[in-house]
């Protein structure tokens, strides 16, 4: 295995700026590699033309869908006013809530976060977020397919040439949660970290400061945790959304790339070799988690644990482990190659493939399998079935509530498709593409999951990449009983 260092640099082609971000690392596997910048390359989206319902709004006319104004989205139920839920039968279009005016922004009373960290000026919250970001729409899908929805955003936006809704990815934990806690960088007359339940917005950040806007928002059971990045290193906090005014633990790291709150995955710094940091937000304390040899590979946060992916040299596999604050660092009994490495709210998920980890392509076919989580049960490992090959990353595969769904791409193609499992009985769905959205009129091009966002026993959520435009530029909701 050879050493390899890199930049990493995001470009903003259509706007001639470049964003550019540095991480030198003297020790990297070259597919730990690609995973990296396709989890980066997710927070920086840009695209031309983000939706033909915004098109449609900005001729005068209101998005497609129909519905009546005033009606809101609510997956999976939930409560409050009139709702359609996606993928439900009778009545209006299923998931249709695109009626009326497009949201516009009002009088959100921003107020300054008085706790940000030194240096950080110019950051505020929104007193009422509802007035400061968008609740989320959704319209049956164009492929016609029974229980499919998207997301469409018609909102006005300041800068043409970027996404106006840019999910993060980086937060598995609430996968198969109801309600859906999840978050995603907003642009609209300005750029905004927001925080949904389900479809409303309950927490919305914006920052003047160029030196210092957030990086990302990561909602989990304990609060929402927010990133701040600066040239010395980052600070972490962990907000109370209910009052985010309020003082909240904030801790100074010196890694130069983090993921969240609690125990998760950090980067040393530049010309360091890759490690994993024991956060705590209680204690203020991060611990470095170090092995003798070998290379760190991904490192997921959930509720319970971080679940890790670790390349030993000493076993020539990639071995599955996870870390608790109270428990530390510990080996899963898992035999072989470990690919993916998930948690569906019980179960432990894993793909395992054959080969030298080494040397094994980009993507693998490979075998499902489950056990109980520590905590869950005694660990049982059972084999599910056979899985179509995915890339080795972060989104390419989720799991929530006994349902396994990964990103297949057919190389050397721009298609790509999802495909969801069962984990009872190794049921398989193939889920359907969309036409592209950004030049529809070409019905050569298609859209495609991007990456997994969320995973229920009836539902699956993938962000929607046009080929167009070879960006992000929705998020698709597909019931499986309909397949």
């Known amino acids: ?22 991480f030198e690392w003297s020790v990297i596997s070259a597919r730990f590699c690609c995973a990296a910048c396709i989890a980066l390359a997710g927070l920086f989206a840009c695209e031309q033309d983000p939706d033909p319902a915004s098109t449609q709004r900005d001729a005068g006319t209101p998005p497609p869908g129909g519905g009546g ?27 249709t809530s695109a009626g009326g005016a497009p949201w516009s922004s009002g009088d959100a ?64 934990e609430s996968s198969g949660l109801e309600p859906f806690l999840w978050s995603a960088r907003v642009q609209t007359t300005e750029d905004l970290e927001v ?3 389900d479809n409303e917005p309950i927490l919305v950040i914006r920052s003047s400061d160029l030196d210092c806007k957030p990086a990302y928002t990561q909602p989990t059971s304990k ?8 040239l010395e290193g980052i600070h972490v906090a962990l907000i109370d959304w209910n009052d985010p005014s309020k ?37 203020g304390v991060e611990t470095p988690v170090l092995w003798d040899g070998g290379l760190f590979g991904t490192a997921q946060r959930y509720e319970p644990f971080s679940l890790i992916i670790f390349g030993s040299r000493a076993t020539g596999k990639d071995e599955a482990w996870y870390h608790t604050e109270a428990g530390g660092l510990q080996r899963l009994p898992v035999d072989g190659n470990v690919w993916s490495l998930t948690f569906d709210g019980h179960d432990i998920v894993w793909m395992e493939v054959e080969g030298d980890p080494y040397a094994l392509p980009d993507q693998m076919p ?7 989580a520590p905590g869950f049960g005694d660990w049982h490992p059972r084999r599910v079935t056979e899985v179509a090959p995915t890339y080795f990353g972060l989104g390419a595969q989720r799991s929530g ?62 962000t929607g990449m046009s080929e167009s435009v070879k960006q992000a530029t929705t998020v698709v909701r597909q019931r499986l009983d309909t397949l």
Request: charged share 20%; proline share 9%; net charge neutral.
């Open 247 to 283: 003082e909240p633990p904030l801790l100074k790291s010196s890694a130069m790339f983090s993921r969240g709150c609690f125990a998760e995955d950090r980067l040393a710094s530049p010309g360091g070799s890759p490690r994993l940091y024991s956060l705590s937000m209680s204690t």
């Open 109 to 172: 009373a921003w107020a300054p976060l008085s706790w940000a960290p030194e240096g950080c000026d110019g950051i505020e919250y929104a007193r009422d977020p509802s007035k400061a970001a968008p609740t989320l729409k959704w319209i049956p899908c164009e492929n016609g397919n029974a229980g499919c929805t998207r997301l469409v955003t018609d909102w006005e936006r300041s800068v043409p040439q970027r996404a106006r809704f840019t999910p993060n990815i980086f937060h598995p």
């Open 1 to 22: 295995m050879s050493s390899i260092g890199y930049t990493l640099r995001c470009m903003q082609t259509s706007s001639n700026s470049t964003l550019t971000g540095s």
């Open 223 to 230: 609060g929402v945790c927010i990133v701040f990045p600066q």
């Open 69 to 95: 104004g005033g009606t809101s989205s609510t997956p999976n139920g939930g409560g409050g006013g009139s709702t359609t839920t996606p993928g439900g039968s009778g009545g209006s279009a299923a998931g």
């Open 401 to 462: 509530q006994g349902v396994f769904a990964l990103v297949e791409h057919k190389t050397g193609t721009f298609d790509r498709r999802a495909h969801a499992y069962r984990l009872s009985d190794g049921k398989h769905w193939e889920l359907p593409n969309l036409p592209d959205l950004v030049d529809p009129e070409d019905a050569d091009k298609i859209t495609v999951p991007a990456e997994i966002l969320r995973v229920t026993d009836t539902e699956i959520w993938w």
């Open 195 to 197: 925080v949904y339940r």
């Open 366 to 372: 490979g075998v499902l399998w489950a056990s109980p």
